[in-house]
């Protein structure tokens, strides 16, 4: 089974800033690697697939970059709607599988 | 546009049976492989099972192979998953979701949610 470590678990943040979050695989994925966005008490939604091709609708602001086993989702600007939980997910191998998430939070 | 419905959750006592549905609209259902993810109270999201737009393949996610059966029926527009022997940490909300693309991939859309509670 391939693990996702998501890292850092929580970050802090104003809004404006930009938001760096990492998932790494523990053996190559390709570039077969998914973002989601999570609110509280929301479904998740699906921001990037294939680790940079943005789902339809998603903001600009919002872009993913990485292969083999080294991820990065960035947000180029916080909005105020951006404060949720992300989470990484692998197409890879089976299982699919999901990375434990970090909480982007207000500062 | 995109709609996934759940039904079917509920408190069920540990070894017991639920039944989820899944009313799908608003695509062409059949042509879509169509997935489950569950999400323990205040935990991450876990792939639970896969299955191919005609229903003739089916995929597990170790902890609840021969537990439980993802269905469908493209007739009726509709997925199940069958859980049975059921545990307490099965105790989750369980998501229908839709793949991006054919077999291992991606969830584009994702319905509300059921919640599936196992306890004495």
């Known amino acids: 089974e391939i693990v996702l470590t998501q890292s850092p678990a929580t970050l802090s943040l104003s809004p404006g800033e930009r938001a760096t979050l990492s998932c790494r695989a523990s053996q190559s994925v390709s570039s077969y690697l998914a973002w989601y966005q999570q609110k509280p008490g929301q479904v998740p939604r699906l921001l990037i697939y294939d680790a940079s091709n943005r789902a339809t609708g998603i903001p600009a602001r919002f872009s993913g970059s990485g292969s083999g086993t080294d991820f990065t989702l960035t947000i180029s600007s916080l909005e105020p709607e951006d404060f949720a939980v992300y989470f990484c997910?692998?197409?890879?191998?089976?299982?699919?599988?999901f990375g434990g998430g970090t909480k982007v939070e207000i500062k | 546009e995109v709609q996934l419905v759940e039904s079917g959750g509920g408190l069920v006592q540990p070894g017991g049976s639920l039944r989820l549905s899944c009313a799908a609209s608003?695509?062409?259902?059949?042509?879509?492989?169509m997935h489950w993810v569950r999400q323990a109270p205040g935990k991450g999201l876990v792939w639970v099972s896969t299955?191919?737009?005609?229903?003739?393949?089916?995929t597990y996610a170790d902890s609840v192979k021969g537990r439980f059966t993802i269905s469908r029926d493209n007739a009726e527009n509709t997925l199940y998953v069958q859980l049975n022997s059921l545990r307490v940490e099965d105790t989750a909300v369980y998501y229908c979701?839709?793949?991006?693309?054919?077999?291992?991939?991606?969830?584009?859309?994702w319905g509300q949610g059921t919640q599936v509670a196992v306890s004495s």
């Open positions: 299955i191919n737009s005609d229903g003739s393949t089916t």
């Open positions: 997910q692998q197409r890879s191998n089976w299982p699919l599988t």
């Open positions: 608003g695509f062409t259902f059949s042509s879509y492989w």
């Open positions: 979701t839709r793949g991006v693309d054919i077999a291992m991939t991606a969830f584009d859309y």
